[in-house]
């Protein structure tokens, strides 16, 4: 549950600061200055919702604030919150409840961790170790080779920025074949279209999220084409200053510049998904077009949990909520989520019940 203050001030900076988040396993995760709410729709049709109040870094230690640090900041955390937001969502939709395997219960007792911990770890080493042998390996490894074949440092740089750019839509495209990343996709559009929704300041119902852009300006794909556009430009001028012939140096390279291409690049986001001038637009249009590679349109039970997770985050739970045994919020239905909610009592119920049946026996033909 959110603070008093914490709400009070949410409250008083609604729409003054960037709300965000991600699509998880059947749900949206949104994120403020001050806390995230994580919210999955569970079989039974119900939505389950966590809220996790957290005090920003850059409020601890400001320097962590400052321009081009924060981007460095923010890669890491993203990375760090990523993971841990995925391995609630599975929580709560009980998909780590299944019967351990016997190599799985006899590794937990080696390491003394959790299942869950577990899981979640080997996840997080396959994911780094797939995405450097990608995207910072083999392109080095092509440079190496186009060098020492001969070809200038603005050739072999150009190609190899080029192959990461490639990979990148190229994994994206084979990972919407994939029926569950595909929802995903989708949640991811209802991601937007809420955010896009709240920004706008209409009521956040999934009628008027609707009718929003399921592309949004800050959004992580836009975030990586940055990433790699910046790397080609910098590795152009340190490829030419610098020139490397050993693969082995070149990829420690490429990967100790990876947190100065990411402070530069965050930079580079926020200012075009500020900017309403025609030469921002210009520059984050493919960065906008890159993520209709990783959105599809949601339908209205996906921008429900969107909706749901934007409310609770913004507000805390309503007095009222229904909670699980571990704190979690559940709803029935997005309005349930809006602040001041107070559930409708038996009597009301019944009278609205009685109401409708009056009514609906006049309507009747004879």
């Known amino acids: 549950m959110l603070s008093a203050a914490s709400q009070k001030e949410n409250k008083a900076n609604n729409g003054k600061f960037d709300v965000g988040g991600q699509a998880v396993m059947e749900g949206v995760m949104m994120r403020s200055p001050s806390a995230t709410a994580v919210t999955v729709r569970r079989p039974d049709g119900s939505m389950v919702t966590k809220l996790t109040p957290f005090t920003p870094l850059k409020e601890k230690h400001p320097w962590m604030g400052k321009p081009f640090i924060r981007g460095i900041i923010n890669m890491a955390t993203m990375l760090y919150y990523g993971m841990n937001t995925l391995e609630d969502s599975t929580k709560m939709l009980g998909m780590l409840d299944e019967e351990p395997t016997k190599f799985e219960k006899w590794l937990a007792e080696k390491l003394g961790k959790g299942i869950d911990k577990i899981v979640m770890f080997t996840a997080i080493v396959l994911a780094v170790v797939l995405s450097v042998a990608l995207f910072i390996a083999l392109p080095a490894g092509v440079e190496t080779l186009l060098r020492n074949a001969g070809m200038s440092p603005v050739g072999y740089t150009l190609i190899g920025g080029l192959l990461k750019i490639l990979l990148l839509i190229g994994y994206m495209i084979f990972c919407a074949f994939v029926p569950d990343v595909r929802r995903t996709f989708q949640y991811h559009g209802a991601e937007h279209k809420s955010v896009h929704c709240h920004e706008s300041g209409l009521p956040l119902t999934p009628e008027n999220a609707q009718t929003f852009s399921r592309l949004h300006p800050r959004c992580g794909t836009a975030f990586l084409l940055i990433v790699f556009s910046i790397s080609i430009l910098l590795f152009l001028v340190l490829n030419v200053v610098f020139p490397i012939s050993n693969f082995f140096l070149r ?79 559940i709803f029935h239905d997005y309005r349930e989520s809006e602040p001041g909610y107070v559930p409708e009592t038996p009597a009301a119920m019944e009278s609205d019940s009685e109401s409708g049946s009056e009514s609906g026996s006049e309507a009747q033909p004879v």
């Open 251 to 329: 990829f420690l390279f490429h990967l100790a510049m990876l947190p100065v291409v990411a402070g530069v690049s965050y930079e580079v986001l926020m200012g075009l998904a500020h900017s309403s001038g025609k030469a921002a637009c210009v520059l984050r249009w493919p960065g906008m077009q890159m993520q209709r590679l990783t959105t599809r349109e949601p339908d209205a039970s996906m921008l429900e949990c969107a909706i749901v997770s934007v409310n609770v985050v913004l507000n805390g739970f309503p007095e009222h909520c229904e909670k699980t045994p571990e704190g979690w919020g």
